[in-house]
Nanobody
Framework: QVQLVESGGGLVQAGGSLRLSCAASGRTSNRYAMGWFRQAPGKEREFVAFIAWGGAATDYADSVKGRFTISRDNAKNTLYLQMNSLKPEDTAVYYC?????????????????WGQGTQVTVSS
């Protein structure tokens, strides 16, 4: 069992930056791959970024490539999402997730543990 808690969300103007964090606790000894998803009101949960346990393999949604960077610090059991050049369409609740075994990367169904989410609002 793994518990995930996101933080770092807030209100930012278009073009600004935020860094989200996701602190993991519980059974953190496993080599979990992790990802970030987001969900806007009235829309389905959307893949944002993926990172393997070792950090070498990453993947991003086309909508955030070149603007967002996913990283992790396994010693701190923390996942990060650096978000630059934010756009109003980035407004959503952002969730971190952990995957316990090999599977896909971009579907919410691929992940086993989820945080409660943190709100990101980008004003125009």
């Amino acid at each position: 069992q793994v518990q995930l808690v996101e933080s770092g969300g807030g209100l930012v103007q278009a073009g600004g930056s935020l860094r989200l964090s996701c602190a993991a606790s519980g059974r953190t000894s496993n080599r979990y791959a992790m990802g970030w998803f987001r969900q806007a009101p009235g829309k389905e949960r959307e893949f944002v970024a993926f990172i393997a346990w070792g950090g070498a393999a990453t993947d991003y949604a086309d909508s955030v490539k070149g603007r967002f960077t996913i990283s992790r610090d396994n010693a701190k059991n923390t996942l990060y999402l650096q978000m630059n050049s934010l756009k109003p369409e980035d407004t959503a609740v952002y969730y971190c997730a952990a995957r316990t075994g090999p599977s896909g990367r971009s579907s919410p169904h691929d992940y086993d543990y989820w945080g409660q989410g943190t709100q990101v609002t980008v004003s125009s």
